[in-house]
């Protein structure tokens, strides 16, 4: 018997009807790119998750490399990262002109914990816990390490929608947590997606302003950002 990784066409059609009605009232709305549909998707999610800001964005990959951004991560910075992770959280790192720092994976195949600290060096920013297979890295030791070595986390839960470590949502531990909605992913779409959840107000202020051109005001552009916004996917501006 063959047996799908993945059978979109089957998770279709049991919400078929649902989905159906839902694309209709958006295409009958005018209204096709953010708006109130994404703003009250951002409120569920960061309530879900437990967090207070929760801002969509175009892919999983915007999310880790604006979410780098955000974090002031820049040229000469290490960020630590799995070594088996996925390319978009190595991109996510050298988008930002900083350094990937491999540590092997555990046995569950995530960042393993007890090999992080012999990669720190004085130009080590952050660390990125990449949440595997639905399966949460061990935050415990890794917020920890973190503590001690004044370091920032920002958590890949690209493949760990409603994940917990110890009852505690993964996404939430650091400064940053990503999310793709890629549709094979936990919680999929129907064309890409992703967004980052936060505690922080200045750095929701920044992933907002951001994806949006770098504008808050309309016309008025504070940084070059980029178009990441949710609902539209425009890839050319990083490479
Ligand atoms: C662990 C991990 N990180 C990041 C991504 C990137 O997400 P996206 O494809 O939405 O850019 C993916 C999936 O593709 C992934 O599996």
Redesign the pocket.
């Known amino acids: 018997m063959k047996i799908l990784a993945n059978n979109l066409k089957r998770q279709y059609d049991l919400f078929a009807q649902e989905y159906e009605d839902k694309a209709i009232e958006v295409l009958r709305s005018g209204w096709y790119v953010l708006g109130q549909e994404v703003t009250e998707f951002e409120k569920e999610f960061a309530a879900y998750t437990g967090s207070k800001y929760c801002i969509g964005l175009a892919?999983?990959?915007?999310?880790?490399w604006i979410g780098l951004k955000a974090m002031g991560v820049h040229e000469n910075d290490e960020v630590i990262v799995c070594a088996n992770?996925?390319i978009?959280?190595v991109m996510?790192i050298t988008i930002n002109g900083a350094t990937p720092i491999f540590v092997e994976p555990d046995e569950y195949d995530n960042l393993d914990a007890s090999k992080i600290e012999e990669k720190i060096t004085p130009n080590t920013e952050a660390i990125m816990p990449?949440h595997?297979y639905g399966q949460s890295c061990d935050m415990t030791a890794i917020m920890d390490i973190a503590k001690k070595y004044n370091l920032q986390v920002i958590e890949?839960c690209?493949?760990a929608h409603g994940t917990l470590w110890q009852n505690k949502m993964c996404g939430t531990f650091g400064q940053v947590g990503?999310f793709?909605?890629?549709p094979t992913?936990g919680l999929g779409g129907f064309g890409?997606?992703?967004a980052i959840v936060t505690d922080d107000a200045s750095i929701a202020d920044f992933v907002r302003m951001y994806r949006n051109y770098g504008s808050k005001v309309r016309y008025q552009n504070e940084v070059v950002g980029a178009n990441s916004r949710l609902e539209k996917c425009k890839q050319d501006y990083y490479v």
Do not use: E, N, P, R
């Open positions: 892919s999983g990959l915007d999310a880790l992770a996925y978009a959280c996510g990449v595997l890949d690209a493949q990503c793709s909605f890629y992913k890409d997606g992703g």
